[in-house]
């Protein structure tokens, strides 16, 4: 017994709602998509997991953050497949694969074939299991991949308010997860191995800044070691964390947030793995032409840095999807995805973005005893990389696009005295290009010695301007 479509999409987050949006904007007919889902519920906006769903007043819930509202676009409601003729196969594992015979066989033993598969399967939490530790299963030991991690953390923290909480991570998860348990009033105390938190983004300066923001609010931070062992009580609940440098750390709670892998098993053997995910081309194409991978799972052609990345964040999942739905609807009018890598955090009042590459050097910028400073990465002589934190959607969109410009910068001192007002500069009107080793990048040069050019030029201007004036003055009494 089984079922066939023309498209089927397996996995059932944010990539898959952006795509089916997607689908029924360029017409594709009722009864010819099918996504199927591990999860009991329609795709939703997996940020909010972390954010309004922990807190304590007001919380976020479904179907309020259903995609894809994060987009500022249609919430897709389970009412909104049915009208839109869109199969959703929840709450249910596909087990197996096969691309050559173009089928999917689910656990309940159904097989659902297709013409066109797109691959969305996403990543999972790292378990403790996989570093040769044990106690996922204790009842206040937390991950958060899912609603249903959300929903177990949500009750665990109702238990626990007042008491002690050890995050395990110092990444996106633990970062945004201890902000929500300080809200709920919870102590907390992190623990990772790295020097700072956010370490494979944030440069030691910045981390500073976002360490000091949570220690004013109560968080311990314990750098620089890893959980050995839990201490477990006879109900079998955590009570301790033990690290590897000799500490133990008391709690009530613990959250862990370690890292993800990409779902790929269902595939190896079958389609081609690059960076730890199924490698597709600049079409989101994998090595199969009936399969297409995106989000979290797909490791595509970065065109502005010309490498192959794989990419963990929400902003890639929507438009990959998109862009994915669009070169197989309309392949011919579609041109290879030209992404912007992008990446954003909002906890306690902060907020900051990035965009491009955290490679080269280094060139930090405005008031990091107040509220809105930045950084840049300069590499091979080019802009690659912004970060902002307090910034207005103006100025979030002027260094996004200074990035994707990636102007020569030849003066570090006199970007770094320019700060953000550089990135503005370069976003307020569009830039010539000229060609470059075979490359068209923008023309602009930031460079010191333009600009004794440019204060000589301004005297003069200033000069012949008061000239005229004196002249025009003096022919206007004549007249």
Same mark, same amino acid.
């Given at each position: 017994?089984?079922?066939?479509?023309?498209?089927? %999409?397996?996995?059932?987050?944010?990539?898959?709602?952006?795509?089916?949006?997607?689908?029924?904007?360029?017409?594709?007919?009722?009864?010819?998509l099918c996504i199927i889902s591990e999860e009991p519920v329609a795709p939703y906006e997996r940020p909010a997991l972390s954010k309004g769903y922990l807190l304590p007043e007001a919380p976020a819930r479904l179907p309020s953050f259903h995609t894809c509202v994060?987009?500022?676009?249609?919430?897709?409601?389970?009412?909104?497949?049915?009208?839109?003729?869109?199969?959703?196969?929840?709450? #249910?594992?596909?087990?197996?694969?096969?691309?050559?015979?173009?089928?999917?066989?689910?656990?309940?033993?159904?097989?659902?074939?297709?013409?066109?598969?797109?691959?969305?399967?996403?990543?999972? @939490?790292?378990?403790?299991?996989?570093?040769?530790?044990?106690?996922?299963?204790?009842?206040?030991?937390?991950?958060?991949?899912?609603?249903?991690?959300?929903?177990?953390?949500?009750?665990?923290?109702?238990?626990?308010?007042?008491?002690?909480?050890?995050?395990?991570?110092?990444?996106? %998860?633990?970062?945004?997860?201890?902000?929500?348990?300080?809200?709920?009033?919870?102590?907390?105390?992190?623990?990772?191995?790295?020097?700072?938190?956010?370490?494979?983004?944030?440069?030691?300066?910045?981390?500073?800044?976002?360490?000091?923001?949570?220690?004013?609010?109560?968080?311990?931070?314990?750098?620089?070691?890893?959980?050995?062992?839990?201490?477990?009580?006879?109900?079998?609940?955590?009570? @301790?964390?033990?690290?590897?440098?000799?500490?133990?750390?008391?709690?009530?709670?613990?959250?862990?947030?370690?890292?993800?892998?990409?779902?790929?098993?269902?595939?190896?053997?079958?389609?081609?793995?690059?960076?730890?995910?199924?490698?597709?081309?600049?079409?989101?194409?994998?090595?199969?032409?009936?399969?297409?991978? $995106?989000?979290?799972?797909?490791?595509?052609?970065?065109?502005?840095?010309?490498? #192959?990345?794989?990419?963990?964040?929400?902003?890639?999942?929507?438009?990959? @999807?998109?862009?994915?739905?669009?070169?197989?609807?309309?392949?011919?009018? #579609?041109?290879?995805?030209?992404?912007?890598?992008?990446?954003?955090?909002?906890?306690?009042?902060?907020?900051?973005?990035?965009?491009?590459?955290?490679?080269?050097?280094?060139?930090?910028?405005?008031?990091?005893?107040?509220?809105?400073?930045?950084?840049?990465?300069?590499?091979?002589?080019?802009?690659?990389?912004?970060?902002?934190?307090?910034?207005?959607?103006?100025?979030?969109?002027? %260094?996004?696009k200074a990035t994707r410009l990636q102007p020569v910068v030849e003066d570090l001192a006199e970007l770094e005295t320019q700060g953000l007002g550089f990135a503005l500069a370069v976003s307020q009107k569009p830039l010539p290009s000229t060609p470059v080793d075979?490359? #068209?990048?923008?023309?602009?040069?930031?460079?010191?010695?333009?600009?004794?050019?440019?204060?000589?030029?301004? $005297?003069?201007?200033?000069?012949?301007?008061?000239?005229?004036?004196?002249?025009?003055?003096?022919?206007?009494?004549?007249?």
């Amino acid at each position: 017994m089984g079922r066939a479509f023309v498209y089927v %999409i397996v996995g059932g987050g944010v990539a898959a709602g952006y795509a089916a949006l997607e689908f029924t904007k360029r017409g594709v007919p009722p009864g010819e998509l099918c996504i199927i889902s591990e999860e009991p519920v329609a795709p939703y906006e997996r940020p909010a997991l972390s954010k309004g769903y922990l807190l304590p007043e007001a919380p976020a819930r479904l179907p309020s953050f259903h995609t894809c509202v994060g987009a500022n676009e249609e919430r897709l409601t389970p009412k909104w497949y049915n009208e839109h003729g869109i199969e959703l196969v929840l709450g #249910t594992r596909v087990k197996s694969a096969d691309v050559r015979r173009k089928t999917l066989v689910t656990a309940t033993g159904e097989t659902i074939s297709y013409k066109i598969l797109i691959i969305a399967t996403g990543a999972r @939490a790292l378990k403790l299991e996989e570093f040769g530790l044990s106690g996922s299963d204790a009842e206040n030991v937390c991950y958060l991949r899912d609603l249903a991690d959300a929903n177990r953390l949500v009750n665990v923290m109702k238990f626990c308010s007042g008491g002690n909480a050890v995050v395990i991570g110092g990444g996106y %998860i633990g970062m945004e997860c201890a902000a929500s348990l300080v809200i709920n009033k919870i102590n907390v105390t992190m623990v990772f191995p790295e020097a700072h938190c956010m370490a494979r983004l944030f440069t030691p300066k910045i981390a500073s800044y976002y360490e000091e923001y949570y220690k004013s609010k109560g968080v311990k931070f314990v750098k620089g070691t890893v959980l050995s062992s839990f201490d477990m009580d006879s109900n079998g609940k955590v009570v @301790a964390v033990n690290l590897r440098d000799g500490n133990r750390l008391p709690t009530d709670m613990v959250v862990v947030g370690i890292g993800i892998r990409p779902n790929t098993s269902l595939f190896e053997g079958q389609l081609t793995l690059e960076k730890g995910g199924i490698k597709v081309t600049g079409r989101l194409q994998s090595s199969n032409s009936s399969v297409y991978a $995106v989000g979290d799972v797909a490791a595509f052609p970065l065109k502005l840095l010309g490498e #192959t990345r794989r990419l963990e964040h929400v902003d890639s999942a929507r438009k990959s @999807a998109k862009h994915a739905v669009a070169a197989i609807m309309e392949p011919d009018k #579609t041109d290879e995805f030209d992404y912007l890598p992008f990446f954003y955090s909002r906890v306690f009042t902060l907020s900051w973005q990035f965009y491009g590459d955290n490679v080269g050097e280094v060139v930090h910028y405005g008031n990091f005893s107040g509220t809105t400073f930045g950084a840049y990465w300069v590499n091979k002589g080019r802009l690659v990389g912004s970060f902002l934190e307090g910034g207005t959607k103006e100025e979030y969109e002027a %260094i996004a696009k200074a990035t994707r410009l990636q102007p020569v910068v030849e003066d570090l001192a006199e970007l770094e005295t320019q700060g953000l007002g550089f990135a503005l500069a370069v976003s307020q009107k569009p830039l010539p290009s000229t060609p470059v080793d075979g490359k #068209t990048v923008p023309g602009l040069v930031l460079g010191k010695s333009l600009y004794p050019l440019h204060v000589t030029a301004g $005297v003069i201007l200033a000069a012949s301007i008061a000239a005229f004036a004196y002249w025009y003055g003096r022919r206007r009494r004549r007249w």
